[in-house]
């Protein structure tokens, strides 16, 4: 059986096809004026990369967002139940998924099938997502990629007030003006970041083992943090960005009778 | 006084709310918070009075949504450890 | 509103008819806030003479200017003030003060001053904060919340928005109102999202003008929910920065159904003015106990 499991995030569009239960391809596209445009064009180029045909596609989810947007989608699963499903499957032992994105973040709390036991998000406020990061990338100047490497270097905390992304932005160019070195500013951003997850994460009770997904989870900065502030390891996949995709994939297998 | 620390931001409203004319200053509620979100001290909202009453500590005053997380499980919410300590019954919580 | 970058214009004023010689105890109040500082002189109480002015890097040099430029031309010097306040998000940045006091307690009692005796109800809406007081005849607060954590609802995130649009903050106001019908409210609150939000509508080709009202009366909604929290109650007083904001102010006012009061004072001076009266209260409390005594 082929599916396919299109995540429609507030920034990009992610889409996997399983085949037989495995990956075979995947598309990515940033949304920028057109969300239909961007689900078009990274589904086609998730096709094509499986060398396949849309044909041969039995059964399409729809997750994240803008979900809705996906017109030919055979159903839709809600973004809590498609990352702690993406996770389960990348890391069975997995029993607390943090799912952070760019504008949402989410603790999932899972059993040991996989079921989604209690969950908390954290939305419409960018300081507890990645639009968080991408601002303060922003302010120092910096690609936001880097941002994470950068902060690794970083041998001092210092402390961060500012709560709101906007007045974070004005205070991290206060510390650029006081001279504070940018890899100690790039780890207070991860650090403040990673509390307000962390305080998410309690709600639901943190049990191990611990995944990261999401956009967020590319940035290693972010996962020191985390790991810092939970004294813990975490597990995070390859493709983090990818979890949700490929947990509605998974959702179009078993629900596709 | 009707006192409202806390915020309000995209994501909700986190106001801890302490009623100052209930409040005898006794302190139980600092004693039972597990965060160190509370004191008792001066009313800095009423200068010329000198009695002594609950309030949020500044640095937690921007980020309450995280503070008193700890006691917000998502499932089976317990009683609110400040909110039971308080005889005077004069600490709410918005959320 | 005619002048332009209303934020940064200073000004100083001496009132007539009041002489700071024939007074018994003469008080200052000064409000360092995130923008502008204020400092204000009275004699006996009464509003003697005042500045505002921009608050720099150094907050305590800020305080200092204020104060000098308050002092310019009256004769007065600074051992002649039997007592200071500090006030504002810089207050314990005041060298020359007694004492600090909160903004809330201080735009109570300054409301009340500038305002009448009438008000019961003071939305100061600041450069970084919102503040919903609910006071008494007396000036004294009842009931207040301070949002000073989140930029949506304060001049920061004003300035955001204009900064987006690419027009003068000061021509926000005037322009929110001029458009054919009033469009749907910006639906993120958050600042960072309420930007990509009106990115969005202006590829959809949306004129500036409803994209700034758009964001206007999603500011009124917001600092409606922030005063149901501590109630609202007439007479009703805006003072600070965005109560110059024609757009707001006037979709705030039809969303309560409550006008606003009008006063000749500047609004800005509402902090300051309670500082100072607050110095005057405690003058009056040393002197009858000294009395007493």
Redesign the interface.
């Given at each position: 059986m082929i599916t396919a499991g299109v995540d429609v995030g507030a920034k990009n569009v992610k889409v996997l096809i399983l085949k037989d239960g495995v990956p075979a391809g995947r598309g990515f596209r940033t949304i920028g004026l057109d969300t239909r445009k961007a689900i078009e064009e990274s589904f086609n180029e998730a096709v094509s990369r499986s060398a396949m045909k849309t044909a041969d596609i039995s059964r399409t989810v729809a997750t994240g967002a803008g979900r809705k947007e996906v017109k030919f989608a055979d159903g839709e699963l809600t973004e809590v139940g498609a990352s702690a499903k993406g996770a389960h499957r990348l890391f069975g032992s997995a029993r607390t998924v943090i799912d952070v994105g760019a504008e949402e973040g989410r603790a999932i709390k899972v059993g040991a099938d996989g079921k989604v036991l209690d969950f908390a998000v954290n939305e419409k406020c960018a300081a507890g997502a990645g639009a968080f990061t991408e601002a303060m990338a922003r302010a120092l100047e910096v690609k936001v990629e880097d941002l994470g490497p950068l902060s690794l270097k970083s041998q001092k905390a210092v402390p961060m007030n500012a709560q709101c992304a906007v007045f974070a932005e004005s205070e991290v160019v206060s510390l650029i003006h006081a001279k504070t070195p940018k890899e100690d500013i790039a780890r207070a951003v991860h650090d403040a970041i990673s509390d307000r997850i962390i305080s998410m994460v309690r709600r639901v009770g943190v049990e191990k083992d611990i995944a990261v997904v999401g956009g967020l989870a590319r940035n290693v900065g972010f996962i020191e943090s985390i790991k810092r502030s939970l004294a813990a390891e975490v597990l995070v996949p390859e493709d983090p960005d990818y979890a949700a995709a490929l947990g509605a994939a998974l959702h179009a297998v078993e629900t596709g009778g | 006084m009707i006192a409202n620390y806390g915020y309000m931001d995209g994501s909700g409203e986190f106001f801890v709310r302490i009623d100052t004319g209930k409040c005898d200053g006794c302190a139980d509620c600092v004693a039972a918070c597990p965060a160190g979100v509370l004191q008792v001290a001066e009313d800095e909202n009423d200068p010329l009075s000198e009695q002594p009453v609950a309030k949020v500590n500044e640095d937690h005053r921007r980020k309450l949504k995280y503070s008193c997380g700890p006691c917000k499980p998502v499932a089976g919410r317990p009683p609110l450890p400040c909110v039971a300590a308080c005889k005077p019954g004069a600490i709410e919580h918005s959320w | 509103m005619a002048e332009e970058f209303w934020r940064w214009t200073e000004y100083r004023k001496t009132m007539d008819g009041v002489d700071w010689k024939s007074a018994e105890a003469l008080t200052v109040g000064v409000d360092v806030g995130s923008v502008s500082s204020q400092a204000v002189i009275m004699a006996d109480g009464k509003l003697y003479a005042y500045s505002s002015m921009r608050t720099g890097s150094d907050s305590p040099q800020s305080a200092q200017k204020a104060m000098d430029w308050a002092l310019e031309g009256t004769g007065l010097t600074m051992d002649k003030i039997r007592y200071t306040v500090g006030t504002g998000y810089g207050r314990v940045n005041v060298p020359f003060s007694n004492?600090a006091?909160?903004e809330?307690?201080c735009h109570a009692r300054g409301a009340h001053y500038l305002y009448g005796p009438t008000v019961r109800t003071v939305l100061d809406m600041g450069g970084?904060d919102c503040k919903a007081i609910r006071c008494d005849e007396k000036g004294?607060?009842?009931?207040?919340?301070m949002?000073?954590?989140?930029?949506?609802g304060t001049g920061?995130?004003m300035e955001?928005f204009a900064d987006l649009l690419q027009v003068p903050i000061a021509e926000i106001g005037e322009r929110s109102l001029d458009v054919d019908e009033e469009p749907r409210p910006v639906s993120?609150?958050?600042?960072?999202?309420a930007k990509s939000e009106a990115t969005g509508l202006l590829?959809e080709g949306w004129p500036k003008n409803k994209v700034i009202a758009a964001y206007c009366s999603a500011m009124a909604k917001?600092v409606v929910?922030?005063l149901e929290?501590?109630g609202v109650q007439k007479d009703f007083a805006i003072t600070g920065g965005i109560a110059k904001n024609s757009g707001v102010v006037t979709r705030l006012a039809k969303e309560l159904g409550i006008k606003p009061l009008d006063t000749g004072y500047d609004t800005q001076l509402a902090g300051a003015v309670g500082a100072a009266l607050?110095a005057q209260?405690?003058v009056k409390?040393s002197m009858s106990k000294a009395g007493a005594g």
């Open positions: - | - | 004492r006091i909160t809330i307690a970084q004294k607060v009842l009931s207040f919340l949002n000073d954590k989140c930029a949506a920061r995130g955001v993120s609150t958050c600042v960072v999202f590829r917001r929910t922030l929290r501590t607050f209260s405690i409390k």
